[in-house]
């Protein structure tokens, strides 16, 4: 039970420290709740033929359970980060230990 306990403070410490405020929406972009997320924006790179590529800002978004017992729909709902909305293009997924669900979710569609 020691181990669980500091797990959850880690947590508790990573979220509060590293962590900024973002609003859940649904698919209308309505926000349902702001929630502290911790937020990783890779740009991925799709070739388009031999001499073209576009570029995506593609966001690995990880959100407390405790935070949101359910992700309402899920796919098709946004995550806004500031100003720009991220659509949830695949399942969420729970951390080994149920504590954290990871989000990958696409800029701008």
């Known amino acids: 039970m020691k181990k669980q306990v500091d797990i959850s403070q880690l947590l508790e410490d990573?979220?509060?420290?590293l962590g900024v405020e973002v609003s859940y929406c649904n698919n209308?972009?309505?926000?349902?709740c702001k929630v502290r997320a911790l937020?990783?924006?890779?740009?991925?790179?799709?070739?388009i033929g031999?001499?073209?590529a576009l570029t995506?800002?593609?966001?690995s978004i990880e959100i407390r359970v405790q935070d949101v017992f359910s992700l309402w729909q899920g796919?098709?709902?946004y995550i806004?980060?500031?100003?720009?909305?991220?659509k949830i293009f695949e399942p969420p997924l729970?951390?080994?230990v149920n504590m954290v669900w990871r989000i990958e979710a696409i800029e701008g569609v």
Do not use: L, M, V
């Open 14 to 17: 990573c979220f509060e420290h």
């Open 75 to 77: 796919i098709g709902d």
């Open 39 to 47: 937020i990783k924006r890779p740009d991925a790179t799709y070739s």
């Open 28 to 32: 209308k972009r309505e926000e349902i």
């Open 50 to 52: 031999k001499d073209g």
């Open 94 to 96: 729970k951390d080994s």
């Open 56 to 59: 995506h800002q593609i966001a």
């Open 80 to 86: 806004k980060i500031d100003t720009k909305y991220y």
